[in-house]
């Protein structure tokens, strides 16, 4: 079964210091409605994108979200990441909604690619 959002940009990731300041932010200065999934992630929605804020990881210095694209199939689109150019900087893993991966692109800019199989339990 093929996803209409297959090979698109589907989700921003924020790595953030303190969920509850950026949750107050977006939420005052743009609206944005949000879903909690525990004290290390939170979901965000502006009305058309999704996206999220969470404490797994270190937070970029100047900034830059993690964009996170779909894909049905993950080891093609990793097959095509790497023979485009890219290189693989976190294997497939499962996550609690399906399996990822990250990769750098040419100029080092970090990437993921997420499906909703094979999650982990």
């Not at 743009?30 to 999220?52: A, H, I, K």
Request: some cysteine.
């Amino acid at each position: 079964m093929s996803n209409d959002n297959d090979q698109r940009i589907d989700y921003v990731e924020f790595t953030v210091k303190d969920i509850r300041r950026s949750r107050d932010f977006y939420g005052n200065a743009f609206g944005w409605t949000f879903t909690d999934y525990g004290p290390e992630y939170c979901e965000f929605n502006d009305g058309r994108l999704s996206g999220g804020f969470t404490t797994l990881g270190s937070v970029r210095s100047g900034g830059g979200p993690l964009v996170i694209l779909y894909a049905d199939d993950l080891p093609a689109t990793v097959k095509r990441v790497e023979e485009a150019g890219g290189k693989i900087v976190r294997p497939i893993y499962g996550f609690p909604g399906g399996q990822r991966f990250h990769f750098a692109d040419p100029d080092g800019y970090e990437l993921a690619v997420y499906t909703e199989q094979g999650g982990a339990e």
